[in-house]
Nanobody, 120 residues
Framework: QVQLVESGGGLVQAGGSLRLSCAAS????????MAWYRQAPGKQRELVAH???????TYLDSVKGRFTIVRDGAKNTVYLQMNSLKPEDSAVYYC??????????????WGQGTQVTVSS
């Protein structure tokens, strides 16, 4: 079993910055790709940023130029640096990882979510 533990959410004023972290832990696994999703009240969950093992990155159009996803392979951790935050960025942010495990194959895991609130 693999666990994803997120940290770094909180309350920030518009224009401010936050950095989210997501660390994967477990035994005998390798990470294929990691991503950050978000879900605001009454809205569907959406993909914010994605990073492969290449690494190749992709971003939601509305966060391009403001958010950066970075992966530390040695620590099995992915970060989301969020700058120039806007009130519309407020949501619960979820970490996601595609993980291969011996005897299990590939499986998608989710973190518990961390709240990001941007005040105007």
């Amino acid at each position: 079993q693999v666990q994803l533990v997120e940290s770094g959410g909180g309350l920030v004023q518009a224009g401010g910055s936050l950095r989210l972290s997501c660390a994967a832990s477990g035994t005998r696994f390798s990470i294929n790709a990691m991503a950050w999703y978000r879900q605001a009240p009454g809205k569907q969950r959406e993909l914010v940023a994605h990073i492969t093992s290449g690494p190749t990155t992709t971003y939601l159009d509305s966060v391009k130029g403001r958010f950066t996803i970075v992966r530390d392979g040695a620590k099995n951790t992915v970060y989301l640096q969020m700058n120039s935050l806007k009130p519309e960025d407020s949501a619960v942010y979820y970490c996601n990882a595609e993980i291969s495990q011996v005897g299990i194959g590939m499986k998608v895991y989710w973190g518990q979510g961390t709240q990001v609130t941007v005040s105007s």
